[in-house]
């Protein structure tokens, strides 16, 4: 059972990915993976939430896997993060590298401790 609700949560996950980065990527003209930063730090928030709430308000095993594991699983993107910060460095764009880098973890840290500390 528990397979099943990761498989529904990343169904639901990985779309959502695509299509928010597709439109933050229409909306913004800067060489800069915005739409990658948005979705995983809103998967940074939602798993602060949900880890929040099992560890704190009792949440079931359930809840973690459908939403942590597979909506979070899903929304968010190490490997995209990974080799979009290796296209800004190949593209001489070291600052915006490092900012994304920085954002990406100082930000992506904050947006999990605010969802913990939610519950």
Do not use: K
């Not at 949900?50 to 993107?77: H, K, M, N, Y």
């Not at 290796?86 to 600052?95: A, H, N, S, Y």
């Amino acid at each position: 059972m528990t397979v099943l609700l990761v498989f529904l949560g990343g169904a639901l996950g990985a779309p959502l990915r695509y299509l928010t980065d597709r439109w933050v990527q229409a909306h913004h003209v800067l060489r800069f993976p915005l739409g990658t930063l948005v979705v995983n730090l809103a998967g940074c928030f939602v798993a602060g939430v949900i880890a929040g709430g099992v560890a704190q308000a009792g949440w079931s095993s359930d809840g973690q896997a459908l939403l942590g594991t597979g909506f979070c699983g899903g929304l968010t993107t190490y490997s995209t993060f990974s080799v979009e910060t290796i296209e800004l460095l190949q593209g001489r764009l070291t600052i915006r590298a490092i900012s994304y880098v920085a954002a990406s973890v100082g930000l992506g840290i904050g947006s999990a401790a605010l969802g913990w500390t939610i519950i």
